[in-house]
């Protein structure tokens, strides 16, 4: 738990308004928890897919699309942007 509070606060330190651990509800970042394991590993080649929180709601996504664009945080913008591009184009 602490791993993920310390890596919640490095990415949302920089946030006017950053998101907390105990801002969701305790059961579900427990629950979440159990599918998190942290691991260190040098990598030699990257293969990718996109995971933008289709998964998600409507709701949770436009959300999380609108926090990101009015983050000081450049790269969270850009993400923001991408998942708004993937919300026109669900087959991209």
């Known amino acids: 738990m602490a791993h993920l509070n310390d ?7 920089e946030r006017q308004e950053p998101w907390h651990l105990t801002d969701a509800p305790h059961d579900f970042i427990e629950k979440l928890s159990h599918a998190i394991v942290g691991v260190r590993m040098e990598v030699r080649n ?11 709601t409507e709701g949770d996504r436009s959300g999380t699309i609108a926090g ?7 790269v969270g913008r850009e993400v923001a942007k991408t998942m708004q591009s993937l919300e026109s184009n669900p087959g991209s």
Request: glycine share 8%.
């Open 68 to 74: 990101l664009l009015n983050s000081n945080d450049f």
């Open 7 to 13: 890596l919640t606060n490095l990415n949302e330190g």
């Open 46 to 56: 990257l293969i990718g897919c996109w995971k933008m929180i289709q998964h998600r």
